[in-house]
């Protein structure tokens, strides 16, 4: 028995992401279930397993209780957990850290609107609205309160803590849309943009699912402001390793990455590791020589 997890499409659900970072950082088994925003059911009508669920991110955990608000999925794990440390163990350091995870989930009304999450693209909005500078500044003062109590570290309470899970879409906002922050914001959103796990996602997002137009936005495009990706390509060739990095199973979609080919199991496993090869530890130590 383990946990199920309901998640929508990876370039877009700014929830989904919090959920799966939730399970992919404190390395904790679960099902995974996707759902498309671009099907012309509803989510809900999607998650059947999940009722009464109406949104993405929904765990259902081991003993059938469906949660579908972030914030209680975290709170629920931590509880369940408690040697994995999703709440920073420091008394005071665990306060800060949730009351910042519930500001989030409760505000910032107006970064949310004008900012919908999409890793796709990044945008340049030379004069951002009133209302979003205003967001973005009560951001900038939240972690800098926060970063004033941490320990050593780069995360908000200086370890990796629910708080920050609660961030990493908005990180991914003020990044991809070119919001003026201070130094240390800057600092903290580079820290998610660069997260191994956030770039796995990222990655997928990429490569899953098809693009949803109401997520374009009027501003001009501009490069991803995260790590820029070694490069990779699609190819035929015999690949150096006749199993799946990720599943053991036959290699059967191959990447070239200077000028040595890769195997894969299927097109995802192959597309996702194109899309950021470093990204994927197991694919790293094939290539290093070190799995
Ligand atoms: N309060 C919820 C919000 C979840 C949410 O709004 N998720 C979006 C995807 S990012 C969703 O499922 N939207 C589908 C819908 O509203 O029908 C949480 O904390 O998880």
């Not at 939730?22 to 996707?34: N, Q, V």
């Not at 003020?174 to 191994?196: E, I, K």
């Not at 690949?239 to 199991?265: I, Q, V």
Request: glycine share 6%; hydrophobic share 45%; charged share 20%.
């Amino acid at each position: 028995m383990t946990y199920d997890l309901a998640i929508g499409d990876y370039a877009y659900s700014s929830w989904s992401l919090r959920g799966w970072l939730l399970f992919e950082k404190y390395a904790i088994p679960r099902h995974l279930h996707l759902v498309s925003f671009a099907k012309d059911a509803s989510v809900a009508d999607q998650l059947p397993d999940f009722a009464p669920a109406r949104t993405v991110p929904a765990v259902r955990t081991p003993d059938g209780a469906v949660v579908s608000e972030s914030l209680a999925i975290i709170e629920e794990l931590s509880a369940r957990h408690p040697e994995l440390a999703i709440w920073p163990s420091a008394p005071k350091n665990r306060a800060i850290a949730r009351n910042l995870a519930a500001e989030m989930h409760s505000g910032f009304m107006a970064l949310r609107s004008a900012c919908p999450m999409n890793l796709r693209e990044a945008f340049i909005w030379p004069e951002p609205s009133a209302d979003v500078l205003q967001d973005v500044a009560r951001i900038e003062k939240i972690w800098a309160h926060a970063r004033a109590e941490a320990d050593a570290g780069p995360w908000l309470l200086g370890a990796y803590s629910g708080a920050d899970i609660m961030f990493a879409p908005v990180a991914a906002r003020l990044a991809g849309y070119d919001l003026p922050m201070s130094a240390l914001a800057r600092d903290y959103v580079t820290t998610h943009l660069s997260d191994p796990a956030f770039r796995r996602w990222r990655a997928m997002g990429l490569v899953h699912g098809p693009r949803l137009h109401r997520y374009d936005q009027p501003h001009p495009l501009t490069d991803w402001p995260g790590p820029t990706p070694l490069v990779a390509k699609a190819s035929d060739a015999t690949p150096e390793n006749a199993a799946c990095p990720y599943s053991g199973k036959p290699s059967t979609h191959m990447l070239e990455l200077n000028g040595r080919t890769f195997g894969f199991c299927n097109a995802f496993c192959r597309d996702k590791t194109l899309a950021d090869p470093e990204a994927w530890p197991a694919f790293m130590a094939l290539v290093n020589g070190t799995d």
